[in-house]
């Protein structure tokens, strides 16, 4: 699901959590790939509150450990609001 539409259609009224790709971006994508999702999930559902930053579901075995570092430095960079 688009997290910029969910934003525009519900945010006012929901909060989200979740969001993070565990089933492509995670296991499959490079540690850029992870940081630029974050990125984009956090842009889009941060603004306004309401987001509870997170994977969509239980990371899986098949993840990197370069991959869950990615994760958690994109969390602390991209995770603040302003």
């Known amino acids: 699901m688009d997290p910029r539409l969910l ?4 945010g006012d009224r929901l909060c989200f959590q979740g969001g ?3 089933q492509k971006i995670l296991p499959k994508g490079s540690p850029e790939d992870v ?3 974050v990125q984009h999930v956090l842009k889009a559902m941060s603004p306004g509150g309401g987001y509870i ?3 969509s ?3 899986q075995a098949d993840t990197s ?3 869950l570092e ?3 430095a994109a969390y602390r960079d991209f ?4």
Request: some cysteine.
């Open 65 to 67: 450990i370069r991959n």
């Open 53 to 55: 930053a997170c994977t």
């Open 7 to 10: 934003k525009e259609l519900f």
């Open 20 to 22: 993070i790709s565990i």
């Open 57 to 59: 579901h239980n990371i």
């Open 79 to 82: 995770g603040r609001y302003e």
């Open 35 to 37: 940081r630029r999702h």
């Open 70 to 72: 990615a994760l958690f």
